[in-house]
């Protein structure tokens, strides 16, 4: 497993709330074992009580991304590096699951959580993921949507560093209400002029009398 991958379980959690909406659907022990993906044996970890305790570090990764996306890059490390303190990972060797053609195994990195409770282990890969990707391809490439009144979080890893948008439907919609502003701004200098026109028309009839 590669651990740019772990990156995605912080864009995962921080997505589950979309604060402008007041939408969250991080609100059962169901939801909360959802976002660990194929790690069933880590999901089958949580309890009810890691509901609130998945909020918590959700709005700390929030925070994270909303310092990188403000362009405050040793905020957003201050505060990643407060959540690598407080949920720690054991980077191990391990080839489970990954054959080459012959059989043997493909060595990779993988980050072993200590599983005190499932929101420590999740947190804890999260955060490294997070950190992994930070200083890889620097605190810019983490952004916040600016199609309003989206800002999920999203990971930029375009070769321009242009990513703006969490999906191809949040750049879509904010390209079609650009697209109206524009045709609403011209429609209105077409009437400003029009009138200009008008008025000059009007002096001008006015002063030949």
């Not at 909303?66 to 362009?71: H, R």
């Amino acid at each position: 497993m590669e651990l740019a991958y772990y990156s995605d379980y912080a864009v995962r959690l921080v997505n589950t709330e979309e604060p402008v909406r007041g939408q969250d659907s991080l609100t059962s022990v169901e939801a909360v074992r959802g976002l660990f993906g194929t790690n069933q044996s880590a999901a089958r970890r949580a309890t009810d009580a890691d509901v609130t305790r998945f909020r918590s570090v959700r709005g700390r990764l929030r925070a994270v991304f909303e310092a990188a996306d403000g362009g405050d890059e040793t905020l957003a490390v201050d505060l990643l590096n407060s959540l690598l303190l407080e949920f720690p990972v054991s980077p191990q060797i391990s080839g489970h699951d990954h054959r080459d053609d012959d059989g043997s195994p493909l060595w990779h990195m993988h980050l072993a959580d200590h599983p005190s409770n499932a929101t420590a282990g999740f947190a804890a890969i999260a955060a490294m993921g997070l950190a992994f990707h930070l200083t890889e391809y620097g605190v810019d490439r983490l952004g916040l949507c600016e199609a309003s009144p989206c800002r999920n979080a999203y990971l930029d890893t375009s070769t321009n560093r242009s990513r703006r948008y969490c999906s191809d439907r949040c750049a879509t919609r904010a390209n079609v209400a650009a697209y109206r502003a524009r045709k609403r701004l011209e429609a209105d200098r077409s009437v400003s002029t029009g009138l200009s026109a008008d008025n000059t028309q009007r002096a001008t009839a006015n002063g030949e009398r």
